[in-house]
C-alpha cells in the first residue's frame, strides 16, 4: 500500500524553475527484499544559463519500530511487514537567471523548419489548386 504527493520547491530557481520532486511512500505488508537502483542522491541536478540546482533525492526506509535507515542511491535490504520505503526523487535543475526574459529561452530561438515531403507536397499542390 502506499500514497504520492509533489515536493514542491524542490526545482531549482530561475526565469524557467526547475520540476518539483515527488514523494511516493509504500508500506509493506509481507516479508520482502526491496532493490534500489537511482541517481542523484548525492550530487544535486544542475542549473544552466545562471538557473539555480534542483534538490537531491533521497530513498529512506521508516522501520516499523520507529528506525530510519538512508538507503543511499544503490541498494538491496530485508524490509519486514509494516516498514515504510519512502522516495524522493529529485527536482530539476532552472534555467537562466532570475532576470531572464522569455525570448531568450531556448524554444524562442529555434529556427522555423521547412515543411517537407510526400504529404506537404500534397498539402501545397491541393492549396494551389
Same mark, same amino acid.
Given at each position: 500500500?502506499?500514497?504520492?504527493? #509533489?515536493?514542491?520547491?524542490?526545482?531549482?530557481?530561475?526565469?524557467?524553475?526547475?520540476?518539483?520532486?515527488?514523494?511516493?511512500?509504500?508500506?509493506?505488508?509481507?516479508?520482502?527484499?526491496?532493490?534500489?537502483?537511482?541517481?542523484r542522491r548525492s550530487t544535486?541536478?544542475?542549473?544552466?544559463?545562471?538557473?539555480?540546482?534542483?534538490?537531491?533525492?533521497?530513498?529512506?526506509?521508516?522501520?516499523?519500530?520507529?528506525? #530510519? #535507515?538512508?538507503?543511499?542511491?544503490?541498494?538491496? #535490504?530485508?524490509?519486514?511487514?509494516?516498514?515504510?520505503?519512502?522516495?524522493?526523487t529529485p527536482g530539476g535543475?532552472?534555467?537562466?537567471?532570475?532576470?531572464?526574459?522569455?525570448?531568450?529561452?531556448?524554444?524562442?530561438?529555434?529556427?522555423?523548419?521547412?515543411?517537407?515531403?510526400?504529404?506537404?507536397?500534397?498539402?501545397?499542390?491541393?492549396?494551389?489548386?
Open positions: 500500500t502506499g500514497s504520492s504527493g #509533489i515536493n514542491a520547491e524542490y526545482g531549482g530557481s530561475g526565469a524557467f524553475p526547475g520540476g518539483d520532486g515527488l514523494e511516493r511512500r509504500l508500506r509493506f505488508r509481507r516479508p520482502q527484499t526491496l532493490c534500489c537502483l537511482t541517481e544535486a541536478p544542475y542549473g544552466l544559463k545562471g538557473g539555480g540546482s534542483g534538490k537531491k533525492g533521497v530513498n529512506l526506509l521508516e522501520r516499523k519500530n520507529g528506525q #530510519i #535507515i538512508n538507503l543511499g542511491s544503490k541498494c538491496a #535490504i530485508d524490509v519486514h511487514p509494516g516498514d515504510v520505503f519512502v522516495l524522493q535543475g532552472g534555467w537562466g537567471g532570475e532576470k531572464e526574459t522569455v525570448e531568450a529561452a531556448p524554444s524562442a530561438k529555434r529556427k522555423r523548419t521547412e515543411v517537407r515531403g510526400s504529404v506537404a507536397e500534397y498539402q501545397r499542390l491541393q492549396e494551389s489548386a
